[in-house]
């Protein structure tokens, strides 16, 4: 089993702040997912980093790939309640199985 | 096309009692997954199938579980003799060929409440 740590495991912040999540691994991945689930659904992806040091954008999220590819981070900018959710980081390049990492629970205070 | 679904959303059952869990993946998807969630913590492997052959079975899935995808496309999963244990939401995903970093898509998921 590769075991992907994230941090925090709870983050509770007001609308407005800014915030960084991590993910944190002793293995090399080929490539990294972030998904999103919201309380009741199953988790959606959010994105695909596959070169060390990729940044990718979307809206107010920012994913980065670490240089060796142990690790990847999410930064949240202006966090709005609907950003309320269990970010999970995922590795899909386990051959048959597909890893996800232990999440951080985010809730945004209106 | 409706996306993955789980019947049924929720179940409660007594201690003892089997209960069985359906996925309907999306049609075109070939690749099934069944995780098993408890609150606030990430989805735990289960089991994986590639059409109707099951390729991985979690070591830590007790024997009390088992699942089949008999034609290559829905999927059940079976828990015999529940235990309080076993309490969690149960997840089902399909993809298309998870080779290069595949999207998986999930279902609402099947809540377990064992009594």
């Known amino acids: 089993t590769q075991l992907l740590e994230q941090s925090p495991q709870f983050l509770s912040i007001q609308e407005g702040e800014n915030l960084t999540v991590y993910c944190n691994s002793s293995?090399?991945?080929?490539?990294l997912q972030w998904y999103r689930q919201e309380p009741g659904e199953g988790p959606v992806l959010l994105v695909t980093?596959?070169?060390?040091?990729e940044v990718k954008k979307l809206k107010r999220l920012t994913f980065q790939f670490g240089d060796a590819r142990k690790d990847s981070s999410l930064h949240i900018t202006a966090a709005q309640p609907g950003d309320t959710g269990l970010y999970l980081c995922?590795?899909?390049?386990?051959?048959?199985?597909?890893?996800f990492g232990t999440g951080t629970s985010l809730t945004v205070i209106p | 096309d409706t996306g993955v679904s789980q019947n049924p959303r929720h179940k409660i059952t007594k201690r003892g009692q089997n209960v069985t869990f359906r996925c309907d993946p999306i049609?075109?998807?070939?690749?099934l997954y069944w995780y098993r969630q408890t609150l606030g913590q990430g989805p735990e492997f289960l089991t994986y199938?590639?059409?109707?052959?099951?390729?991985?079975k979690s070591r830590l899935l007790s024997d009390r579980f088992s699942a089949e995808r008999p034609k290559g496309s829905f999927s059940t999963l079976e828990i015999q003799r529940t235990e309080q244990g076993d309490s969690a939401m149960y997840l089902c995903?399909?993809?298309?060929?998870?080779?290069?970093?595949?999207?998986?898509?999930f279902g609402e998921g099947s809540r377990l409440t064992v009594l």
């Open positions: 995903a399909s993809s298309w060929s998870v080779r290069t970093a595949g999207e998986l898509f």
């Open positions: 293995s090399v991945f080929s490539s």
């Open positions: 980093v596959v070169t060390g040091g």
């Open positions: 995922a590795n899909p390049n386990t051959g048959n199985q597909f890893y």
């Open positions: 049609s075109e998807h070939n690749r």
């Open positions: 199938f590639q059409n109707e052959a099951q390729l991985e």
